[in-house]
């Protein structure tokens, strides 16, 4: 049975705890007031945080003017470098190439103590310490102190590995020329920038540079990425790679060849052409100074060297010269096609004294053979005889033979610098100038259109286009060819010239292998200063091209200046030899078959070439 519980008092019912249906106390104004300046203050905050980050990014994005040099960009660039293409030879060989290299640099604000940056680097890398401070002191300020040039692997590694606060690595790309100095004109030189500066360099410039890539990014205070617009990255392009006409192999031996005669002969300098007739290339090209010879009574002043022997004007191209009797064929083919004379017409040739043309001008002959042939004319390099044909022709017929064979106008077969020569201008023209034209004077052409026009003999007719570039390349100059004499009169002034070498002034330059056919040249020496003639100082040439029957090559050679107290000074003897050792090497070297009677000796140097070859 349940007991009774007696009823709780009030005070009882208070300490058992509020009652459940109890309402809580009224909200006062203090509690109102105290939760709308606690949400004005929010508010308030909030506000201003937006507003400095507005602020922060108006800075950032497009800063006060006053602010702009001192916040710097936010954006970093950064530059691929593209690959210059390689330059080759013919045959592949690589002539100029590129390799990646690396510099040092300083972050003055990244490095830990500048006092002694120099030294740090000079016990890691071997860098002068004081070059390296000399550099980095009054640049404080930048970012980027470049403090050395191109390093060797070791040094790259060692600053690697070093993790030397402030210092870094640019990438930086390294031109090498694997074949050293050989053709060094010709192929020109590059720049810091990798830009080229002379030669094939320069004029390939646009295929071998490529387009280096780019990228732009949003960076942080430390230089770290922090995002990157796809828009604004361009991949790099490698450049092209170009191959050049010339052959390696000739051209080291036409300047290995060239050199010793020059020094040999004390000469000024000389200079060496090697010519694919058929094709218009272009094998060889030398251009060689004698630095050590001694200057003598009447030398032009030494012109300023360039900072790099790479840099220095190829003359075969830039610097016309009087051919002398070198351009005796050039006539002697255009009068016979043109009918004026036959190669058996007897003509009245002096025996003793000089010939006097219509105007009374003394015209001398190095020996008088009398009554002569046209075709001996040529075979003895006779003054009267060509004298005489040269006032047959009227004025325009002796202009229309300059320009028939390319003289006067470039070949543009892409050497920097080409001259047009110097021809004399129809105004200027006179008897004078009729009959010293026909002897190789008063004219100037280049090593280049002699070797052209040359061609003409060795093509049965054909005027070729020169080019530097082989088939494939970038090359500006036509395939085209020129028809300019008959095939029999090509053929005939060939013949003609064959003769020269077995009974004229080319006898003591005879290959013992191939049947050479050419013609030399001697002229006086233009004065400096002032016009005229040196007495006894001269331009030795000899021009020369082979197989007879199938001519495969034309070289020229101009050798400046003999000394005359050390030999003969005659083209034939000086030039001549030199023609017929390159003629000799380079066409063993191709793998053409002599076309003498007799050969001794020519197996050996055809191994010699294919044991050299590189």
Same mark, same amino acid.
């Given at each position: 049975?349940?007991?009774?519980?007696?009823?709780? +008092?009030?005070?009882?019912?208070?300490?058992?705890?509020?009652?459940?249906?109890?309402?809580?106390?009224?909200?006062?104004?203090?509690?109102?007031?105290?939760?709308?300046?606690?949400?004005?203050?929010?508010?308030?905050?909030?506000?201003?945080?937006?507003?400095?980050?507005?602020?922060?990014?108006?800075?950032?994005?497009?800063?006060?003017?006053?602010?702009?040099?001192?916040?710097?960009?936010?954006?970093?660039?950064?530059?691929?470098?593209?690959?210059?293409?390689?330059?080759?030879?013919?045959?592949?060989?690589?002539?100029?190439?590129?390799?990646?290299?690396?510099?040092?640099?300083?972050?003055?604000?990244?490095?830990?103590?500048?006092?002694?940056?120099?030294?740090?680097?000079?016990?890691?890398?071997?860098?002068?310490?004081? $070059?390296?401070?000399?550099?980095?002191?009054?640049?404080?300020?930048?970012?980027?102190?470049?403090?050395?040039?191109?390093?060797?692997?070791?040094?790259?590694?060692?600053?690697?590995?070093?993790?030397?606060?402030?210092? @870094?690595?640019?990438?930086?790309?390294?031109?090498?020329?694997?074949?050293? +100095?050989?053709?060094?004109?010709?192929?020109?030189?590059?720049?810091?920038?990798?830009?080229?500066?002379?030669?094939?360099?320069?004029?390939? +410039?646009?295929?071998?540079?490529?387009?280096?890539?780019?990228?732009?990014?949003?960076?942080?205070?430390?230089?770290?990425?922090?995002?990157?617009?796809?828009?604004?990255?361009?991949?790099?392009?490698?450049?092209?790679?170009?191959?050049?006409?010339? +052959?390696?192999?000739?051209?080291?031996?036409?300047?290995?060849?060239?050199?010793?005669?020059?020094?040999?002969?004390?000469?000024?300098?000389?200079?060496?052409?090697?010519?694919?007739?058929?094709?218009?290339?272009?094998?060889?090209?030398?251009?060689?100074?004698?630095?050590?010879?001694?200057?003598?009574?009447?030398?032009?002043?030494?012109?300023?060297?360039?900072?790099?022997?790479?840099?220095?004007?190829?003359?075969?191209?830039?610097?016309?010269?009087?051919?002398?009797?070198?351009?005796?064929?050039?006539?002697?083919?255009?009068?016979?096609?043109?009918?004026?004379?036959?190669?058996?017409?007897?003509?009245?040739?002096?025996?003793?004294?000089?010939?006097?043309?219509?105007?009374?001008?003394?015209?001398?002959?190095?020996?008088?053979?009398?009554?002569?042939?046209?075709?001996?004319?040529?075979?003895?390099?006779?003054?009267?005889?060509?004298?005489?044909?040269?006032?047959?022709?009227?004025?325009? /017929?002796?202009?229309?033979?300059?320009?028939?064979? @390319?003289? @006067?106008?470039?070949?543009?077969?892409?050497?920097?610098?080409?001259?047009?020569?110097?021809?004399?201008?129809?105004?200027?023209?006179?008897?004078?100038?009729?009959? /010293?034209?026909?002897?190789?004077? $008063?004219?100037?052409?280049?090593?280049?259109?002699?070797?052209?026009?040359?061609?003409?003999?060795?093509?049965?007719?054909?005027?070729?286009?020169?080019?530097?570039?082989?088939?494939?390349?970038?090359?500006?100059?036509?395939?085209?060819?020129?028809?300019?004499?008959?095939?029999?009169?090509?053929?005939?002034?060939?013949?003609?010239?064959?003769?020269?070498?077995?009974?004229?002034?080319?006898?003591?330059?005879? /290959?013992?292998?191939?049947?050479?056919?050419?013609?030399?040249?001697?002229?006086?020496?233009?004065?400096?200063?002032?016009?005229?003639?040196?007495?006894?100082?001269?331009?030795?040439?000899?021009?020369?091209?082979?197989?007879?029957?199938?001519?495969?090559?034309?070289?020229?050679?101009?050798?400046?200046?003999?000394?005359?107290?050390?030999?003969?000074?005659?083209?034939?003897?000086?030039?001549?030899?030199?023609?017929?050792?390159?003629?000799?090497?380079?066409?063993?070297?191709? @793998?053409?078959?002599?076309?003498?009677?007799?050969?001794?000796?020519?197996?050996?140097?055809?191994?010699?070439?294919?044991?050299?070859?590189?």
């Amino acid at each position: 049975m349940a007991r009774h519980q007696p009823p709780l +008092d009030r005070r009882s019912r208070r300490n058992t705890g509020p009652a459940v249906n109890e309402s809580p106390p009224p909200r006062t104004w203090q509690h109102h007031r105290l939760d709308s300046w606690t949400a004005l203050l929010l508010i308030g905050i909030a506000a201003v945080m937006v507003v400095c980050i507005g602020r922060v990014v108006q800075l950032k994005l497009t800063p006060d003017q006053r602010l702009a040099s001192a916040a710097g960009s936010p954006f970093s660039t950064r530059v691929e470098p593209a690959r210059r293409g390689d330059l080759l030879d013919r045959r592949g060989r690589v002539i100029a190439t590129t390799t990646l290299g690396h510099r040092a640099f300083v972050d003055p604000a990244t490095v830990e103590d500048l006092a002694t940056i120099g030294v740090d680097l000079q016990e890691l890398i071997g860098l002068d310490p004081v $070059e390296v401070d000399r550099r980095v002191a009054p640049r404080h300020g930048s970012r980027f102190v470049p403090i050395s040039g191109i390093l060797e692997p070791w040094q790259v590694e060692r600053i690697r590995r070093s993790g030397l606060d402030g210092v @870094g690595l640019e990438p930086r790309l390294v031109r090498h020329y694997p074949q050293q +100095d050989t053709g060094a004109q010709l192929i020109g030189l590059v720049g810091f920038e990798h830009t080229g500066l002379g030669g094939a360099e320069h004029l390939l +410039d646009d295929d071998l540079a490529g387009s280096e890539g780019r990228m732009t990014y949003l960076r942080d205070v430390r230089r770290r990425p922090l995002w990157i617009n796809p828009e604004t990255f361009r991949p790099h392009e490698d450049g092209t790679d170009c191959r050049l006409t010339i +052959d390696m192999v000739i051209q080291r031996h036409v300047e290995e060849r060239l050199e010793a005669e020059i020094v040999a002969r004390n000469a000024a300098g000389g200079r060496v052409v090697v010519l694919d007739p058929a094709t218009g290339e272009l094998l060889a090209i030398a251009d060689l100074v004698n630095p050590d010879r001694t200057p003598r009574e009447g030398d032009p002043a030494p012109e300023t060297a360039p900072p790099d022997p790479r840099l220095a004007r190829n003359r075969c191209a830039t610097d016309p010269y009087e051919p002398g009797s070198t351009f005796k064929p050039f006539v002697w083919a255009f009068a016979t096609q043109q009918g004026v004379v036959t190669p058996s017409e007897i003509l009245e040739t002096p025996d003793g004294t000089p010939h006097r043309t219509r105007s009374g001008r003394r015209i001398r002959d190095v020996h008088y053979y009398g009554r002569s042939s046209w075709e001996k004319v040529l075979v003895k390099s006779m003054n009267s005889g060509m004298a005489i044909v040269a006032e047959r022709l009227d004025t325009d /017929s002796m202009q229309s033979c300059i320009s028939r064979f @390319g003289f @006067g106008t470039r070949t543009n077969c892409g050497l920097p610098g080409e001259t047009a020569g110097l021809v004399t201008s129809s105004r200027d023209w006179s008897s004078y100038t009729q009959v /010293s034209v026909s002897m190789g004077h $008063e004219i100037g052409v280049t090593p280049l259109q002699m070797v052209r026009a040359f061609s003409v003999f060795a093509t049965d007719g054909n005027l070729p286009a020169l080019h530097l570039l082989a088939h494939g390349g970038h090359d500006p100059s036509p395939r085209v060819q020129h028809r300019i004499l008959d095939p029999g009169i090509a053929r005939l002034t060939r013949l003609t010239m064959r003769k020269v070498m077995t009974d004229g002034t080319g006898r003591a330059c005879q /290959s013992d292998w191939y049947q050479l056919f050419g013609k030399s040249g001697t002229a006086q020496l233009p004065k400096a200063t002032g016009g005229g003639y040196h007495e006894d100082r001269y331009i030795s040439s000899f021009i020369a091209g082979a197989p007879l029957e199938s001519p495969r090559l034309v070289v020229l050679c101009v050798i400046e200046d003999p000394d005359k107290r050390i030999g003969p000074y005659y083209g034939g003897r000086v030039a001549g030899p030199v023609v017929r050792d390159v003629l000799d090497h380079a066409l063993a070297y191709l @793998g053409v078959t002599p076309d003498m009677d007799e050969v001794e000796g020519f197996p050996d140097l055809l191994a010699e070439h294919r044991t050299a070859d590189p």
